[in-house]
């Protein structure tokens, strides 16, 4: 597959995201089916028995309750076997890296060595490598549908914190019908939908509400909740 073929293929945000059956470390998947009405966080990583994807791994399975109790689910790929992904999270659960140890690995790891998957969702980027998937996170929400993307390079290991936050803040937008601003965090002010009309603009120009906050006719904040 040609670079500007797998450019094509790659899905974007708001597009339904890929569906397909696939063997994980917790049994067979169709995927993203058997997550209705969850928020998934579908992540790829290089390789395994690597050190940068030993350390995200075990973040990701350290702090997995904190994204299940905001309603979403974590899958992981990577172009490795099943056996090689067992063997692993095995090795990982007997690690000690800062405060984390005895890891349990409990979200489902799939096996994509024909790197199918990997190519359906752009995973696989020449620049980088022909035979390994970059960093990628998708966040998918309940409806299946693709809301977030982030890339990172082979080199760079992902912040928990920040996919965390990013998550929160799309079910906030989706709860609330709003928009969050610049390192928006759970508590803070967020951005009301700009007017689309003259009037609209004009009543915003004079806003007294108390729960609302204009800075102008287009800049407009809800108090923190």
């Known amino acids: 597959m040609s670079e500007i073929e797998t450019v094509m293929r790659m899905p974007l945000i708001g597009d339904k995201a890929p569906e397909f059956e696939a063997v994980t470390t917790q049994g067979t998947i169709k995927f993203p089916n058997d997550f209705k009405g969850k928020w998934i966080v579908f992540f790829s990583h290089p390789a395994d028995f690597t050190p940068v994807c030993t350390t995200e791994f075990m973040t990701f399975a350290h702090r997995a309750k904190e ?24 090795r990982i659960g007997e690690l000690k890296w800062k405060d984390m140890k005895n890891v349990d690995v409990e979200f489902p790891l799939i096996e994509d ?16 490598s022909n035979t390994q998937a970059v960093r990628a996170v998708f966040i998918i929400d309940p409806h299946g549908v693709i809301r977030l ?4 390079p082979l080199t760079t290991g992902r912040n928990f914190d920040e996919i965390k936050r990013v998550l929160i803040a799309l079910q906030k937008a989706d709860k609330d019908k709003c928009a969050t601003p610049m390192d928006w965090k759970p508590g803070d002010d967020t951005v009301v939908p700009a007017p689309k009309t003259m009037s609209q603009a004009k009543e915003r ?3 007294k509400d108390g729960k ?6 287009f800049l407009c904040f809800n108090k923190g909740s």
């Open 212 to 217: 609302v906050c204009c800075i102008d006719w």
């Open 67 to 90: 994204l299940t109790d905001i309603n979403a689910v974590l899958v992981g790929l990577s172009v490795d076997s099943l056996s090689s992904h067992i063997a692993w999270l095995r």
């Open 205 to 207: 120009a004079v806003i």
């Open 149 to 152: 993307i982030l890339y990172y």
């Open 113 to 128: 060595v024909s790197m199918n998957i990997a190519n359906k969702f752009g995973m696989i980027m020449p620049g980088q």
